[in-house]
């Protein structure tokens, strides 16, 4: 699944990545460590936002004081919120912008 995976990210089809990775996506703190930045990056190249925070926490939990996780995972809470926000989810926006803020808070 791996390999068929990184051949459809190399190819820019972040959809077939994140449905062969269906597995990863669905218990990512049980999934390979290759298989789950795979997953994660192609979830923050097609903005599945969900997906990706998702995918980036359990990324976290495994590296806890990895500076670069944290941002990036910031970033997804925030972008998260952002597409909360727009579809009128504002409780659900500020919990996530708050989220990014405890990660952030510059």
């Known amino acids: 699944a791996y390999a068929r995976a990184a051949a459809r990210f190399a190819s820019g089809d972040d959809g077939a990545v994140l449905a062969e ?3 990863v996506v669905a218990a990512p703190r049980s ?4 298989s789950l930045v795979l997953a994660t ?3 923050i ?3 599945a ?3 990706a925070t998702s995918l980036l926490e359990a990324l976290a ?7 670069r996780l ?4 910031a970033t997804a809470y925030s972008n ?13 926006a500020r919990a996530r912008y708050d989220d990014a803020l405890t990660l952030a808070p510059d």
């Open 41 to 43: 990056n192609a979830a």
């Open 31 to 34: 999934a390979t460590p290759e």
């Open 61 to 67: 939990a495994r590296d806890p004081h990895n500076p």
């Open 49 to 51: 936002w969900a997906i």
């Open 45 to 47: 190249r097609s903005r």
């Open 21 to 23: 990775l269906a597995a």
């Open 70 to 73: 944290r941002r990036m995972l």
């Open 80 to 92: 998260a919120g952002r597409e909360q926000y727009a579809a009128g989810d504002t409780d659900g």
